[in-house]
């Protein structure tokens, strides 16, 4: 589904990623592990579109630097660790709809297909008691599962989340990479979370990629702890 063939990119002089290379299939959770600087989220960001890199990134074989803005917003969908404060004044229900607008007509009307994503969306992430309060009304743990109902209402092949449980407690950090989990067999969706949960990687990811301050990455199954922490110090 997803392929990431030699992607490097820089900022001046600086070099921040450096020939990374990967595939994502149908069904799996990749996290990516990293310390600080190693370039977790420029990756994401090359993957969703949003930073030029040099290398080539494929989604069903399309090269993503060819695609528009509106096919990227029906090909990946991105969770971030932060709510926009933009959407403290929408509600959950509001704010899951959302994430229908890259189909809506030009009349912005919803079509049952819509009503059946959000539904869809509600019922995965269990957030039917939250629908009409306000985001800023609710737990960080309960605003982050309404953003991944977001993506999910997107209803894209592929789902970015940039370090989704940063800012949670413990209890939450599993709740949220068990709910992407069982999003990704569910749902078939291929799946990148950046993370700097070890422990919760190694538990719930189908695959690592990781990422060392020597620019050099490492694609695999999971791993003992140990040689983790191993390549990530290199």
Not at 61 to 90: C, H, M
Not at 99 to 127: C, S
Not at 161 to 186: G, N, S
Request: with cysteine.
């Amino acid at each position: 589904m997803l392929e990431v063939q030699d992607v490097s990119l820089s900022f001046g002089q600086r070099k921040i990623l450096e020939n990374i290379s990967f595939q994502c299939s149908k069904g799996e959770l990749i996290c990516v592990l990293g310390r600080n600087g190693t370039g977790k989220s420029s990756l994401l960001q090359c993957i969703s579109g949003f930073l030029k890199f040099e290398g080539t990134i494929k989604i069903f074989q399309k090269n993503i630097q060819e695609l528009s803005a509106k096919e990227i917003s029906r090909t990946i969908s991105i969770v971030l660790p932060n709510t926009p404060v933009s959407a403290y004044a929408l509600n959950v229900y509001e704010t899951i709809l959302l994430g229908r607008t890259p189909y809506f007509n030009w009349l912005a009307q919803m079509q049952e297909k819509d009503i059946q994503a959000i539904h869809n969306a509600i019922q995965k992430t269990q957030v039917q008691a939250l629908l009409s309060k306000s985001l800023q009304n609710i737990s960080d743990g309960e605003r982050q599962r309404v953003m991944i109902a977001r993506a999910i209402a997107q209803d894209t092949p592929v789902v970015v989340a940039d370090e989704p449980t940063a800012f949670l407690d413990v209890y939450f950090r599993k709740q949220i990479l068990q709910l992407f989990q069982r999003i990704a067999r569910e749902e078939h969706k291929c799946i990148l979370l950046s993370t700097h949960e070890i422990d919760l990687a190694l538990e719930y990811a189908d695959k690592l990629l990781l990422l060392n301050k020597e620019k050099k990455h490492l694609f695999l199954g999971k791993w003992q702890k140990e040689q983790v922490w191993e390549f990530l110090e290199g």
